[in-house]
């Protein structure tokens, strides 16, 4: 369900906004939220709520690794798009579950009328590192409706 209004999102987003996304701001469209759901140090594997408002989107990207690796996106809330590099774009819901695999150039972000929420989960692997890339082409995130 589409949540064009952040008072309403944020009484649906179970896993909370969280912080302004700062660190990664360079590599968004908009702005985004980052909500640790882990502690590095403590956990294996690190789990963030990671919000959208409308429109918001992060850059093509990779998530490098020797062996393992990847990144799997559980959509929480509101609605998004996910896409692989020449590969249709893929509607995101509640419930939606994405498994990226390492070394796929993909994106993923808020739809333009809809605050949009997502568990991202970092995939272990050795030698893992994230490639950031080139911003989505504005005529193309607009031709998704």
């Known amino acids: ?13 179970c896993f909370g906004l969280g912080q302004a996304n ?26 963030a709520n990671v919000s959208f408002e409308p429109g918001c989107r992060n850059n093509w990207h990779i998530h ?4 393992g690796g990847g990144q799997i996106l559980i959509c929480t809330c509101g609605e998004g798009w996910y896409q692989e590099e020449g590969k249709p774009a893929v509607s995101l819901t509640p419930g939606t579950v994405i498994v990226i695999p390492a070394n796929v150039k993909h994106w993923h972000g808020a739809k333009q ?8 989960l970092e995939v272990p692997g050795e030698e893992t590192s994230s490639e950031w890339l080139e911003a989505v082409d504005d005529a193309a995130y607009r031709a998704l409706g």
């Open 22 to 47: 700062t660190a990664y701001a360079q590599y968004f469209i908009g702005n985004s939220y980052l909500n640790p759901l882990t502690k590095p140090g403590e956990c294996p594997v690190f789990l």
């Open 113 to 120: 009328d809809s605050w949009f929420s997502h568990i991202a």
């Open 1 to 13: 369900m589409k949540i064009p209004e952040k008072d309403a999102f944020d009484q649906q987003n």
């Open 64 to 67: 490098r690794a020797k062996s």
